[in-house]
């Protein structure tokens, strides 16, 4: 007799996932109140919309075996590199020259997009070859395989997602058993690389990375490119303890602080809710990830704990470069806070990645 599987939904990690997305409009919304800008105004209707969009698909996805996702995985893959090539064909230009959108009636970022997939198309591969991770062939291969989707993202260019994929790529082959004289190889080539890597970035890009890196503080171009972290740093500072209250922020309020609802979402917070408004937020979005990593281990096969695994190497990292990098800890790539920065596709992706996971817990494992 077939068991419900919505019987071992984990709503715990629902509850957490709809209060972090219900904050994250609330934060916006504080952010681009009084905004003139058309697109600052659309920041908050476009968000709801997109997480009502997005709690359903958390419910689709996961009516739909994960394992039925993986045997999809050549059309899965074929489907991204086929967006992401779109992107180099007909992408729209957005801030600093970055071409990373298409236009299909909404616009998309196929990039975002491609962290749901590439999860499950390299979760398959490894999942096949998790037993030969000793030999350097199956390794080899699954560098190959994240290797040309993060090519075409590096060109748009987009480091930052770049990076999250190679995050994906090292979660996942860790998780399949990957051995330490194949991690010091790809250090001495990673090495190696750098200076191409280095020559290939975009000048803004180099910029970001220099000036976290510098010491000088003097200078009007230095003072510029330092603008927003500088900012960052003293609304964190303002907020005190217990912070100022909702809406109440100078630093946000008085625009002194940029790109406020994206990449120094954290910042808001923290001027408005102070420290304990800040831990909050982290430790729901640690509940989100234990919840997932507890998926991972009570799964049914290898899949389902690397789709598990892979989901919450996004969310992990991508919140640690965000706050790392609104406390000046970490230089600025534009990554969003999950479920609490205002972007649709962003928001769309996670909450995919959440449906994912659940696909695997309510088909895992009775303990």
């Keep these: 007799m077939r068991t419900n599987i919505w019987r071992q939904f984990d709503y715990v990690l629902l509850g ?41 698909l958390i419910f689709a996805i996961t009516a739909v075996d994960y394992r039925l996702l993986g045997g999809m995985h050549v059309w899965l893959y074929a489907a991204m590199i086929a967006l992401l090539l779109l992107v180099v064909i007909l992408g729209q230009t957005g801030d600093a020259g970055a071409q990373r959108w298409i236009d299909v009636g909404i616009r998309i970022q196929p990039s975002e997009i491609g962290k749901v997939l590439i999860i499950i198309t390299l979760a398959h591969y490894l999942a096949r070859r998790y037993e030969d991770m000793d030999r350097l062939g199956p390794v080899l291969g699954s560098m190959v395989h ?34 330490m004289k194949h991690i010091m190889l790809f250090g001495l080539v990673g090495l190696m690389a750098l200076p191409v890597i280095w020559s290939q970035m975009a000048p803004y890009q180099r910029d970001r990375i220099t000036t976290f890196l510098s010491t000088d503080d003097e200078g009007e171009e230095t003072y510029g490119t330092r603008y927003n972290i500088r900012q960052a740093e003293i609304t964190i500072g303002s907020g005190g303890f217990v912070g100022k209250g909702y809406a109440n922020g100078s630093q946000t309020q008085l625009r002194f602080l940029r790109v406020r ?13 102070g420290f304990v408004g800040g831990v909050s937020v982290m430790v729901l979005i640690g509940v989100v990830i234990m919840r997932i990593l507890r998926g991972a281990r009570t799964a049914i096969d290898p899949l389902g704990s690397m789709i598990c695994y892979g989901v919450a190497a ?54």
Excluded: C, K
């Design 314 to 367: 996004i969310i992990f990292f991508q919140t640690v470069v965000s706050i790392g990098m609104n406390l000046g800890m970490l230089p600025v790539t534009g990554l969003t806070l999950p479920f609490v920065s205002s972007g649709g596709t962003s928001l769309l992706s996670i909450l995919a990645g959440i449906g994912l996971a659940q696909s695997v817990i309510v088909r895992r494992r009775r303990v």
């Design 261 to 273: 609802h994206t990449d120094f979402i954290f910042s808001v917070i923290a001027e408005e809710f």
């Design 146 to 179: 994240v290797a040309v989707p993060t090519a075409l993202i590096f060109v748009q260019p987009d480091l930052g997602t770049s990076i999250v994929f190679i995050v994906i790529w090292f979660t996942l082959v860790w998780a399949a058993g990957l051995r």
């Design 16 to 56: 957490a996932t709809i209060i972090l997305v219900i904050f994250g409009i609330l934060m916006i919304r504080s952010a681009t109140m009084g905004a003139i800008d058309p697109d600052l105004i659309s920041r908050v209707p476009d968000q709801i919309r997109y997480a009502i969009i997005g709690i359903i």
